[in-house]
């Protein structure tokens, strides 16, 4: 029996591990068995718990409670009490997600303990290391022994770094094996598009029609830590709706309803409640795949949301300067406009009029989690 403790802390780490957990369960049980870490990083029902009960993830074994901090602080509790579980439970390997603060520390502790690291979507790169999600993917690919690697470019980039491809020596933290495997979002957002069709009373609660109303989401510290460029968005889109006459669904993630509530201005805020934003907390993975599958266009700064709407064939106005999902941007059906009103106005203009997009296949089979399974049995048998 293989021994992997997967860590996870953040909303999209969850939803990710749900993907590989399923695989194990339904197929590999018998060979992989799966203890399971939340750092806390992600605390509120709404961006935790509510995944955990709808994707079927198993209760974590243990919970740091780690919560909210700056980065510094944050990376390090969650690495003193990360040591001493490694060192206790002493695993095969360790299963990290992306590029959060959590899969930062696991990978830091776990490599010191010379415990071999698993990385699971490595290879993604934005090429701008202003954003902490780079800093943190860059130093969990250069520390994994198995990196599994969602698209072309990823493998593209990891050429570039000196990682060789698909290489079938025995792989070494110092020899790492490097696998185009697809994505396992698209297993997930494949595998939960039927439940996120029977929840359509909960759209329909919304007092929305389907393909008749844009979804945003925005978490980036660039976007909305500066009261100033959040305002100036917030009004973008209240501009947006009125001209439009277009109903918004908007998601609001707790960084974002922090400044919302604390330091937009009364004037702004009034204007986004009078307008058709429906200005709505955080909802559960499958709710936001009926949202994505029914939205006629997206409007987002979240990683995994720019690729679910292109799983979803929807056209997506990323409100950022670069993605790490430059293929979106390739295909045509995605643009990258940061947080200029000009230009989110004039991209909306410019997706919401095309009726050409295409969406060949970028991300896989929707069978990377077991891909993924596989590779793991093969190279951590012994
Ligand atoms: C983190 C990840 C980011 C990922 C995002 C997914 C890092 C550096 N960032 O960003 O890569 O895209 O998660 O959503 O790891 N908060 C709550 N309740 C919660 C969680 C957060 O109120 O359950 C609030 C707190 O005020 C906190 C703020 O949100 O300070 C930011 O949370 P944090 O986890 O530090 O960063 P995210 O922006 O969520
Ligand atoms: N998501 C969700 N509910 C929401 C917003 C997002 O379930 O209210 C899902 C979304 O479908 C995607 C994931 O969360 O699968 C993306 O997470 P997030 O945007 O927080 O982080 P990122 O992908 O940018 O790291």
């Known amino acids: 029996m293989i021994k992997i403790i997967t860590v996870i802390g953040a909303r999209p780490q969850i939803i990710k591990a749900s ?7 339904n197929k590999y049980g018998s060979q992989i068995s799966e203890i399971i870490i939340h750092t806390g990083q992600h605390y509120d029902e709404s961006m935790s718990k509510v995944f955990f009960d709808e994707l079927q993830l198993p209760k974590e074994d243990y919970n740091l409670q780690v919560g909210s901090a700056s980065h510094g602080v944050q990376t390090a509790q969650m690495m003193i009490k990360l040591e001493e579980i490694f060192i206790n439970e002493m695993p095969r390997a360790i299963l990290l997600y992306g590029d959060t603060n959590s899969t930062l520390a696991a990978a830091v502790t776990a490599a010191k303990l010379h415990i071999p690291i698993i990385h699971v979507e490595g290879g993604v790169r934005s090429f701008n290391k202003k954003f902490p999600e780079e800093i943190n993917r860059l130093i969990c690919d250069h520390l994994s022994t198995l990196i599994f690697v969602p698209t072309l470019s990823g493998i593209e980039n990891m050429r570039n770094e000196g990682f060789k491809i698909d290489t079938n020596l025995q792989v070494t933290s110092d020899a790492p094996g490097v696998y185009h495997c697809g994505d396992i979002m698209f297993d997930n957002s494949l595998f939960f598009g039927e439940a996120a069709e029977r929840k359509i009373l909960w759209l329909n609660n919304l007092n929305v029609k389907e393909n008749e109303f844009a979804l945003i989401t925005m978490h980036r510290p660039s976007n909305v830590d500066d009261s100033k460029v959040l305002e100036e968005l917030l009004k973008t889109f209240v501009r947006i709706s009125d001209e439009q006459n277009l109903d918004f669904v908007f998601p609001v993630h707790p960084r974002t309803l922090k400044i919302i509530d604390t330091k937009i201005s009364l004037q702004t805020r009034t204007a986004l409640l009078k307008s ?35 799983y979803f064939k929807k056209p997506c106005v990323i409100l950022l300067e670069e993605t790490p999902w430059q293929e979106l941007v390739e295909s ?6 940061g947080a200029d009103p000009e230009k989110i106005m004039n991209g909306y203009s410019f997706l919401s009029g095309k ?9 896989g089979d929707g069978k990377a989690s077991e891909f993924i399974c596989e590779k793991i049995i093969e190279t951590m048998r012994t």
């Open 19 to 25: 993907a590989i957990s399923r695989a194990i369960r």
């Open 276 to 310: 058709k934003i429906r200005v709505i907390p955080p909802v559960s993975f499958v709710e936001m795949t009926l949202l994505e599958k029914k939205a006629s266009i997206i409007f987002t700064d979240s990683g995994g949301v720019q690729k679910e709407a292109y």
């Open 332 to 337: 045509g059906s995605a643009l990258l406009v």
């Open 355 to 363: 009726k050409d997009l295409v969406f060949p296949p970028l991300f």
